[in-house]
């Protein structure tokens, strides 16, 4: 034989080996699992990157700043643990535990967008945590902005589950009023009552507003509708008026910093959305 | 000496600091704010390549902030001090500390899904490098400052540990001179080996994390303790300090007792540890630590360690340096025939598969078109540079994605820089705005008075169209407003205002809005007739008043400075420039002069940009406008009718300035 036995051999194996091994590369490059995802939305200095290094350390949260850069850290949640209510659930070995990746987003104002583009690009978003300032929000130059993202946020959810199509899972949101361990912390009841205030009060004004630039006339009539949250035509927000949009919204109080009233409801706030 | 020293993340966790007198966080975050996601002082985005002493200081009120970045890792190290202070070694200090914490714990900042960095051990070359830098330093300016910083740096054993800290250094630097080692070395004895409690669980829970939970309780069972990964990087012998460090650290600080010494590693709900708050646990813990690390130090081998590790630090320094000598040597000299033949055969593969790792060579054409893409859109030459050099920097040494071209990473970083400029930090909601001034909340105090907005600009841009466009907006949602006609100069300014006036009346008569003019003739001066108008709309109940100004070349100093009166007797809410979409590279003059125009506290609030409807894509002023300010756009003028005014829109505007035709 001109080409001798082991000459084909290996070039069979080169042929029939050398595409699986491309593909060997390609799939360990990217992962092919994608755990579900816990998104920390809200303004800045509200707690977001505390809780998520609180949640990591288990203490002891890290000293943080203004964040620039999304940033997720890998978490285990499990509902049927003996710390299932805990986040401090490193050495637990008991029941079954769900890895789940909360992700930290930016909170300052121009940076919104790339906050507002996870939201939406982001694979398997479990629940949305949406962090605010109690001790701050009695004040209009906070409430004002916490409640207009809010706004935003919501409006994405609620288009994203009135858009037909796709059946995706609705997303809960939980607003997280930390820093209770302040003497001017609002507690949760009052949280969300002014945070209904304001937020009826900026779909009010959003409704009477200008069209944004690029919006023709023609659209106008169809793209109404859209455009209004909650109830149709109603007076009031309600957070429950989500709920005909699948959309279930918490308020819970806590802090990061204090034992008490910590953050441990918030974590299995968490857990059952994310095991559930 | 310093305030504070930070290593923190663009993701906002600080991984590693030092704190001699409590800084508020807050100047840091506006520091941030400023310098990294506003861009303020018109900086481009900051690259690594830079120095401490290349980017420009970082002035708050009382401190000075000195930094430095490292792109690929997103770590920004800043030094906090006294602006009274003139310390000449920082720079060298912030740039040697880089180096130094690059080369020992980068590997760890690049691993996903962790914000966690074991650099406990970190405290010892930061000690060292000060000590170093410190000792070189001018010894007599800095002396009498410091011993009054004494006091305020460690709370609970401040006399013990100055006391302490100086026969340490007696002891172990013997070589300096009495004088020296008076002055210098304060904060340096203090925190040879201050890992707090806190620091120990972070070094703790990084490894531990990563295993699986039977992996995890067989390293709890087994008694050794969990050694840090970059402890491997020091020596041996140090390694055994550190260790025996450790121990100690653990039975003194915790106060237990050593029966429970494994478990206590990985138990993170220690209640003592937990309910400390923060600073706190810092500030006390190191304390503490500081005093029995020194005593041992001293006694034992103090003067070893510190030997050991100057010798390290300054081997890495010297590499560093090295590494950067060769690069730039082989940067310059193409290797062989076969090697470069090779290297650009894998180049074009790379550039169309992608994982090809970008180079100022390869960016440089396709940056090129992207800068007379933005010039094609009006936009401003020094904005078009701006955005691309920022682009350029985001983007050097970034790998490109599979099968992702250069020029589609180059447009998606553009779109991202576009929308980071014009996105306006708070956005404005003007009803809602005139409505808490108009009726304040009854828990505040404020009284109840009209809101004022005024409009400037230069000649024939449009203040007048946009003001009846804004007024008929206002009257649409049923407030009363005055208009004053405070173009006191051009003839038939006022002629004009009161023919919008009366068409508005007509327009919106039934929808219950109620508008009227409130001028003065010609000849007056616009500052007091302005001024006039807003006490007369208290008076009568105006809700809005838009005060109209007579149109000013900018680079007129003699028109442009009764501005500044302007702004004092108006005292307007909100100052809207209008700008003309037509207007090309003028338009940067013209932002920056109007906005400096009100004196030093007062700045434009927005920009009006009209005549959209004539440019097409072409809407590059705006951006000229908002690079020369930081000023936001708010509105957008799309026609001749009154309602052809929108909101701004930022997805509009990238879309258009980045739409090819």
Redesign the interface.
Known sequence: MTPSIPLVIIGILIILGGPLIFHLVLASSSSYTVPPSVLLLGPDNSGKTSLMTLFERGANPSKTHTSQIAHSVELNASTDSDTKASFRNYDDATGTHTKFLLVDTPGHGKLRNVSMGKLARTEKVKAVVFMVDAAALGEQETIAPTAAYLYDVLLFLQKRASSKGKDKASIPVLIAANKMDLFTALPAAMVKSHLEVELSRIRASRSKGLLDSGVGIDDVGSEEQDGWLGEYGSDKFTFQQMNEFDIDIDVLAGSVLTEEPGADKWWWWIAQRVVG | MLDAF?V????????W?RTYAPVS?AI??NF??DT???EKNGSIAPTDSQSAATNPAYRSDQHTLKWTFVKEL?LIFVVVYRSLLHLSWVDKLVDNIKTIFVQLYGDQLTK?????VECHSFDEYFDQQLRELDRSSNIGTISPIEEEEVPSNGQQSAPGLTYRGRTLNGGGAGTQDPVSTDSTPIPTPDASRPST??NL??AK?GP??KMS??A??AQ?SSSAPVSSGDESLTSSRQKKGAKATKKGRKWNAEGFADEEDDSLQ??????N???????E??GRSSALDAVESSTWGSRSKGKFILKDLGDEVHDILASAEAEKAEKAARAESKTGLLGSGVNTISGLFRNIVGGKTLTKADLESAMKGMEDHLLRKNVAREAAVRLCESVEKELVGVKTG?FESINAKIHSAME?SL??ML?????L????EI??ITSP?VT?LRKARPYVISIVGVNGVGKSTNLSKICF?LL??KYKVLIAAGDTFRSGAVEQLAVHVRNLKELTAREGGQVELYQKGYGKDAAAVAKDAVSHAAQEGYDVVLIDTAGRRHNDQRLMSSLEKFAKFAQPDKILMVGEALVGTDSVAQARNFNAAFGSERALDGFIISK?DTVGDMVGTLVSLVHATNVPVV??G?GQHYSD?????????V?KLLSSN
């Open positions: 930070e923190l993340t663009t993701s906002g966790v600080v991984v600091s966080p840091v975050n941030i704010a990294f996601i506003e997103g996903p899904h962790t914000t966690l409690p806190g669980v972070v829970a531990v994390a939970r039977r995890r309780k709890n990985l138990d993170y709900s220690q209640p540890r937990a309910s400390e708050s923060e600073t646990a810092v599979n991202s929308t980071k996105t306006p930090t708070s956005s909601d003007l009803l809602r409505d808490s909340p505040s907006f649409q949602n959209c509105f957008v799309v005014l929108r909101n701004f829109s930022v997805k509009w505007a879309g």
